[in-house]
């Protein structure tokens, strides 16, 4: 079946740093994948996503490159901010059951310091 | 303003005592899922439906039970919980037309199970 790995938080940053977040994926096809963020006590929102190989999501400086060779989404931003701070998921949908089903890692906790 | 809302947001509760998670989208979308959240798990999804009265179970339906009698509406019912229901539930929806799209999350019921 489909499964997502990433890698284990918590990262904690300064501001200014740059971040990496890895993640692979397996499944069977071409799935879509995706960056969903938590903010503390609210629920997921979409931050980014790729349908196909090769393409970059980007959404408010974070990049991630769907890479089908290395099966890997990886999260990147350039210069955090202390409003970066969150639990970043990566995801997976499709193209199984109408692509509607999402596969969750289990999450990354980034904490960024002043 | 398009949301998923969910109620009530938090609830402690005894073993065995029956209770109903409620989740209402006012975004006319005909998919709609329930995920529940683990430390060091992910999310992991529970329940879905394509449309009104199409249900089918997701990955961890064991313990809970779904209704889909309006497009809008879509509870999350415990008949006898249990201590290891203990979790963070979240109701997510999307159309379904069109290839694929975001999944609206709402923003959560924590639950506690004695």
């Known amino acids: 079946g489909n499964s997502v790995t990433q890698m284990e938080g918590p990262v904690t940053l300064s501001e200014e740093a740059f971040l990496t977040i890895n993640c692979t994926y397996t499944?069977?096809?071409?799935?879509?994948l995706f960056w969903y963020v938590q903010y503390p006590g609210e629920g997921l929102q979409l931050l980014l996503k790729?349908?196909?190989?090769?393409d970059k999501g980007s959404n408010k400086g974070f990049e991630a490159t769907y890479r089908k060779e290395t099966t890997s989404f990886h999260l990147e931003k350039g210069s955090v901010q202390v409003s970066d701070s969150a639990v970043y998921f990566c995801?997976?949908?499709?193209?199984?059951?109408?692509?509607?089903?999402?596969?969750f890692g289990t999450g990354t906790q980034l904490k960024v310091e002043l | 303003e398009a949301q998923v809302t969910q109620n009530p947001r938090y609830l402690i509760t005894v073993t065995g005592k029956k209770l109903t998670v409620t989740c209402s989208q006012n975004?006319?979308?005909?998919?709609m899922s329930w995920y529940r959240q683990d430390p060091g798990l992910g999310l992991r999804q529970i329940y879905y439906?394509?449309?009104?009265?199409?249900?089918d179970k997701g990955d961890v339906p064991e313990g809970y039970k779904v209704s889909r009698k309006e497009k809008r509406n879509f509870p999350l019912i415990l008949e006898s919980p249990s201590p290891n229901q203990t979790s963070l539930y979240f109701c997510?929806?999307?159309?379904?037309?069109?290839?694929?799209?975001?999944?609206?999350f709402g923003p959560g019921t924590r639950l506690t199970v004695l």
């Open positions: 997510a929806s999307r159309t379904v037309s069109g290839g694929y799209n975001e999944q609206f």
């Open positions: 499944a069977t096809g071409y799935p879509s």
């Open positions: 790729a349908t196909k190989a090769d």
């Open positions: 995801a997976l949908s499709g193209p199984t059951g109408g692509g509607n089903k999402l596969t």
């Open positions: 975004m006319n979308h005909e998919y």
């Open positions: 439906s394509m449309n009104v009265e199409v249900t």
